[in-house]
């Protein structure tokens, strides 16, 4: 009866935020406490729903069809004294993908023990500029980060006036304690690395990178130019082999890796022979830990996005 209860405190706690720029997901999880204070976390979800509906993100009007669709999860593990919480993010961003029922997705990462405090009635203040505290300053990041990644994936560094706005929340965030915006080298999977990765002009593929595969490559595998497509999503590969071969282990490249990998086994599965040889071996060098799904190109026919199907039904 306990599980039940909370299973059905976690669904009725789960929102869909409709603000200027955003179609987003907010839930508050609190299966792994002791008790359940539903005020507590109904209050915590209210302010947060408002903390993102009643700010402008952006100087741009959306259009319904154009807001972004994204997912924000936390999972609580710990709340002490109803003001001081750990919890588990899970954070996910989708783009649709022109002339097709296809949903591709540009994010889906996590980021555990993340503490915050939260006072009960106190409305969320927040000032890109000036750090006011981690839950505010956290979600606005990734909100920016959400617009610097949906931006580039349209046009040539269309995320770049995005990217510096996380840099300017990132810069006031140092007087923080948070480990998620220290320059670790222990832990280089934080949001600073996050932003790192994208301002580092030693990366600047990775834009080139994410253009190449979204707008010149997913956007063009509906029509008759399918060929071409799969060609530009093999120079994207390429330019990240070359920001591969610059650093293996950054954070940008593992979230590309997870969440594209499945992806482009279903794309090149039922490619030519040349194009899925070359596919297979850059993956497999650049994502070594998923060799075996990276074995799959090569193997059988092609059973996820679809290769010369309508556009009505691409990606089903």
């Avoid at 994204?70 to 999972?75: D, V």
């Avoid at 039922?270 to 074995?295: C, F, H, L, W």
Wanted: hydrophobic share 35%.
């Amino acid at each position: 009866m306990k599980r039940l209860f909370l299973i059905i405190f976690v669904l009725l706690n789960s929102y869909d935020i409709y603000s200027q720029e955003f179609k987003l997901s907010l839930s508050i999880n609190s299966s792994k406490l002791q008790g359940t204070d539903k005020a507590l976390y109904q209050n915590l979800q209210n302010v947060l729903t408002e903390f993102i509906n009643d700010r402008k993100w952006t100087n741009y009007n959306y259009q319904t069809f154009e807001k972004i669709e994204a997912n924000i999860s936390f999972n609580l593990k710990e709340v002490v004294g109803r003001e001081d919480f750990t919890a588990d993010l899970t954070i996910q961003l989708r783009r649709p993908v022109y002339n097709s029922t296809y949903t591709t997705t540009l994010l889906n990462t996590q980021e555990n023990d993340f503490k915050f405090k939260y006072i009960e009635g106190q409305p969320l203040q927040f000032d890109p500029t000036n750090y006011t505290d981690n839950l505010t300053s956290t979600i606005a990041f990734y909100l920016y980060y959400f617009l610097a990644l949906d931006g580039d994936s349209f046009a040539p560094n269309g995320g770049s006036e995005y990217f510096q706005m996380c840099q300017n929340i990132l810069n006031a965030a140092q007087r923080s304690s948070d480990a998620g915006w220290q320059r670790s080298f222990t832990n280089q999977q934080n949001r600073y690395w996050m932003l790192e990765n994208y301002t580092n002009s030693s990366y600047s593929a990775l834009h080139q990178a994410w253009y190449q595969y979204h707008r010149l490559g997913l956007d063009m595998m509906a029509g008759e130019s399918q060929a071409e497509a799969r060609n530009n999503i093999i120079l994207a590969i390429e330019n990240l082999q070359k920001v591969y071969r610059e650093k293996s282990n950054l954070v940008a490249l593992q979230q590309f890796f997870d969440a594209k990998a499945d992806e482009i086994v279903n794309i090149f599965k039922g490619a030519p022979q040349n194009e899925q040889k070359r596919v297979a071996e850059i993956m497999k060098q650049i994502n070594p830990s998923n060799t075996n799904k990276y074995d799959q190109i090569t193997q059988g026919q092609n059973t996820g996005i679809g290769l010369g199907q309508p556009s009505t039904t691409f990606g089903k």
